[in-house]
């Protein structure tokens, strides 16, 4: 009956550490973590997609929405890109250009709820402007 009690306490949309990179551990705050661990990924992923040299016909400034799981392991899996027509179109190897960047990322640390380490699943957006 305590269990069941303090199972329905839980706030299960929430952790108490998100996931993280070794560059993240001076952040003090739940937020900083999270603000550095976003931007550590977007940095990445802008840093690999600016490698590449894409050629389109026309311009192309989209938001593509990657939905992400990083496993109790730290191991991070793509579940969905949503991409526009046009811009799959124009670029027909987004997808592949993405995953690939995914692939180089740095070590991550799972979630923390309760001190367990958790799955958790979120979006990320990443705009692409290309001229």
Request: charged residues 25%.
């Amino acid at each position: 009956a305590i269990l069941k009690e303090e199972l329905q306490t839980f706030n299960w949309n929430e952790v108490d550490e998100y996931p993280s990179f070794s560059k993240c551990d001076s952040a003090t705050t739940k937020q900083e973590r999270k603000q550095c661990f976003e931007s550590i990924l977007t940095s990445h992923i802008t840093g690999v997609l600016q490698k590449d040299t894409i050629v389109v016909s026309q311009d192309i400034e989209d938001t593509l929405i990657l939905q992400l799981q990083i496993s109790e392991k730290g191991v991070l899996s793509v579940l969905s890109i949503n991409v526009d027509s046009l811009t799959n179109q124009e670029i027909p190897n987004i997808k592949d250009l993405l995953l690939h960047g995914l692939d180089s990322l740095p070590k991550i640390f799972p979630a923390l709820k309760r001190g367990q380490q958790v799955k958790t699943e979120f979006k990320l957006p990443v705009i692409i402007n290309v001229n």
